[in-house]
């Protein structure tokens, strides 16, 4: 087992699921409490592909494989479908689409291995920006609760869109794995965007670059017992990492790596979060900011973030270092309450 164990653990487990034509994945299964904090999905490539040579709704369960590369939009509107791009490209400059569209996919959809290009002019100003980028899972009317995801070994070039975008029902065991994510520094692009409720989704190992939010839990669905962990994130005009308000508890922020962006990391509103090991540099504001409260009109609204973990990070070369405000309950410490040097101390320089 690979990490530092804490006392409040998630409880994985596996379970297997045989998808058409040969394809098998097997799936994290998340419980109420943090007991691993690498979790992973294995995916076993199936031999039987169907060939995929232009734009297409895959419509009916199985494997399929990318013979050239693409332009346009696939559309997904099946559960049980395995995308291997086989190292081939899909772009897509038109207005309102994305490079891969999951619509109304109750469960297993598995995409992996190549290069999704969405241009700049996919967003004119009226058209709102999630409605253009890499991969969109938009589910609206057909199922309220979705699982099993995986987007593994991607390379998503995005404009004013969005790289990986989740929205719609609730959403639980969703792995983005090994991504790289790359922007062109405009307004309103995203790297990776939770927007809905969400439960074990796994961000481990992805590369962004040049949009304006790195990885962004957005507020009005909640994010819980989910892990951001060993990504690096560099030259983001805000923030790198934000969980906004309202969205959910028991997540784990770790050992990511931060440069040269406008915030670091921004968490509010959440119960039992772990942020450690983490290394911030060269910000502009504040490297990691943990907040409770915001104000709405002439009302004071408190949120109560509490019994946060805070510990273990690096923030150097920021404009502001580690800051919290607004919350007694806030802990700032490691395992051992009383602890503030060694190992699991912060260090802001």
Same mark, same amino acid.
């Given at each position: ?34 007991d ?5 999905? /294995? ?16 419509? +009916? ?13 696939? *559309? ?18 038109v207005?309102?689409q ?9 469960r ?63 959403i ?30 796994i961000?481990?190992?992805? +590369? ?6 790195g ?21 983001c ?7 906004? +308000? ?10 990511? *790596?931060?440069?040269?962006?406008? /915030? ?11 942020? /450690? ?9 504040t ?5 409770? +409260? ?52 912060n260090?802001?320089?």
């Open positions: 087992m690979k990490g530092l164990m804490l006392s409040c653990v998630l409880l994985c487990a596996v379970s297997t699921t045989i998808l058409g034509q040969g394809a098998r994945q097997i799936a994290v299964t998340m419980g109420n409490t943090l691993l904090l690498e979790s992973d999905v /294995y995916l076993v490539q199936s031999t039987q592909k169907k060939t995929i040579a232009g734009v297409i709704t895959i419509s +009916e369960p199985g494997s399929y494989g990318l013979a050239h590369d693409i332009e346009g939009q696939i *559309t997904i509107a099946t559960s049980d479908v395995y995308l291997d791009f086989n190292g081939h490209t899909i772009t897509n400059n207005v309102g994305n490079c891969i569209l999951i619509y109304d996919v109750e297993n959809v598995t995409i992996r291995n190549g290069f999704l290009i969405s241009g700049c002019v996919c967003y004119n100003g009226v058209d709102r920006p999630e409605n253009c980028g890499g991969i969109k899972m938009a589910m609206y009317t057909a199922f309220d609760h979705v699982q099993g995801f995986v987007f593994e070994d991607l390379t998503i070039s995005v404009c004013t869109g969005r790289g990986i975008l989740l929205q719609g029902g609730s639980s065991n969703c792995l983005i794995k090994n991504c790289k994510i790359i922007g062109n520094s405009m307004r309103y692009s995203t790297g990776i965007t939770l927007g809905t409720n969400g439960v074990g989704i961000i481990n190992h992805c +590369e962004i670059s040049g949009v304006q939010h990885i962004r839990f957005r507020g009005g669905g909640d994010a819980n017992f989910s892990v951001i962990q060993n990504c690096t994130i560099m030259n005009m805000l923030w790198a990492i934000i969980i906004d +308000e309202n969205s959910g508890s028991g997540n784990i922020i770790r050992n990511n *790596t931060i440069r040269n962006c406008g /915030y670091g990391i921004r968490a509010s509103s959440l119960v039992k979060a772990f942020i /450690y090991q983490n290394d911030v540099q060269g910000c502009q504001y490297g990691v900011n943990i907040y409770d +409260e915001f104000n709405s009109g002439v009302n004071r609204v408190v949120h109560c973030a509490s019994s946060f973990y805070v510990y273990g990070n690096f923030a150097k070369n920021n404009n502001g270092g580690i800051a919290y405000n607004y919350s007694s309950e806030i802990l700032l410490k490691t395992t051992s309450p009383s602890a503030t040097t060694g190992l699991y101390a260090a802001s320089l």
